[in-house]
């Protein structure tokens, strides 16, 4: 049995020793030339220290060693892989690799940790179906590509002041509570390894939110990316349609942007690895919110998307695809209203006008 009064305590001197390292690690980025200029593509108006995700990363496997209550057989491996992020992160913040290389490192890491901790996803269970077994050469690629498709999503959604590490935070604590309420016991140990990391974020935070005084940069968005990618596989490994849509909600935020960005790219024709101002910060910005209100409400959404990922373990099936469907249909008017694929580009909203047009002619008549 776990003391859960020093798990919570050791949660909380993570975030204090988050909060001391910070401002070190700030001065840092500064001497090796990890900083953010100004550009066309940047919101900052002046040079940011942009190495931030090394404190969150010192701080959290300084606890996962040192304080938690935590097998080395499961940190290490995830020490390994996380290291390989971080370095691919710092050399990038520092020298602004190419995206091949960028993605190299990530694979590496990716396969080292699926190796090392047996994460590949080996079953899968559809209802009304027999259970589906996946043979390796299946279920090895699958597994690496959800780490790099998560990492990466998480990676495109820092554009503003403390929006990646907050809704690292939600999506998280979403995951470290379904953890210890509605899995089994051997999966609590993954529960205190992310309210460990949630701790380290918490910590950094302060520093992070606007008007920043340091950013996650590639070191600390990759890294919370992997991580993310990571916690949620534990739950992953048999996969049924539940535990497959949980993480799916709970990453709502960057998933979507992610691929409402592949989707604008390729109606525009424009390359997938080519940057855009068209992500959902910026689109809400354009309507008007400001830097802080953009992140707040982002905030918000993410959590609307934990709150219904919370209500699937409490479902029964058919309520899940009730929720699935009513959640699939309120994200695409919401969408639609931000413009996130395009202002021209509303075909649910239009059909909905067009529908309410027809009522109105038939009253009318």
């Known amino acids: 049995m776990y003391d859960m009064y020093q798990v919570i305590v050791n949660v909380l001197l ?59 057989s499961i940190s290490v491996p995830i020490f390994l892989g996380a290291t390989i992020v971080l370095l691919t992160g710092i050399v990038d913040d520092i020298k602004e690799i190419s995206p091949k290389a960028k ?26 179906m027999e259970d589906i077994f996946l043979p390796t050469w299946i279920g090895f690629p699958l597994t690496i590509f959800w780490i790099l498709a998560i990492t990466n999503s998480i990676n495109l959604i820092d554009g503003l002041d403390g929006l990646a590490s907050g809704v690292s935070i939600i999506a998280l604590t979403t995951m ?56 949620s596989l ?20 960057p998933i979507t942007d992610t691929v409402y960005a592949m989707l604008r790219r390729k109606l525009n024709k424009m390359p997938m690895s080519s940057a855009d101002r068209h992500h959902m910060h910026h689109r809400l910005m354009s309507l008007g919110l400001t830097h802080k209100q953009t992140v707040l409400v982002i905030y918000l959404i993410a959590g609307i998307f934990s709150m219904i990922a919370l209500l699937y373990p409490l479902s029964s099936l058919y ?3 009730l929720i699935t469907i ?16 395009g202002e021209d580009r509303r075909p649910l909203l239009k059909k909905l006008s067009r529908f309410v047009d027809k009522l109105n002619n038939k009253d009318n008549k």
């Open 14 to 72: 993570t975030a204090l020793i988050s909060v001391m390292l910070t401002p070190l690690v700030r001065k840092l980025s500064f001497k090796v030339g990890a900083v953010d200029v100004p550009n066309k593509r940047r919101v900052n108006k002046e040079t940011m220290p942009s190495m931030g995700g090394l404190a969150i990363y010192l701080t959290f496997f300084f606890s996962l060693f040192v304080l938690q209550p935590v097998q080395l």
């Open 103 to 128: 993605m190299l490192g990530l694979i590496i890491a990716a396969v080292v940790i699926v190796l090392m901790n047996d994460l590949t996803v080996v079953q899968v269970s559809v209802p009304f």
């Open 176 to 231: 470290g509570i379904i953890g210890v309420f509605f899995l089994e016991s051997a999966s609590f140990v993954t529960s205190i390894i992310i309210f460990t990391l949630v701790g380290a974020i918490i910590g950094f935070l302060p520093y992070n939110f606007f008007p920043a005084r340091i950013y996650l940069g590639d070191t600390g968005a990759l890294f919370l990316g992997f991580m993310i990618s990571v916690m």
């Open 234 to 253: 534990y739950g992953l490994k048999n996969v049924t349609l539940i535990t497959l849509i949980i993480p799916i909600v709970i990453l709502g935020i």
């Open 319 to 321: 309520g899940s695809i």
């Open 326 to 341: 009513a959640l699939l249909i309120g994200l695409e008017i919401f969408i639609e209203l931000i413009g996130l694929v």
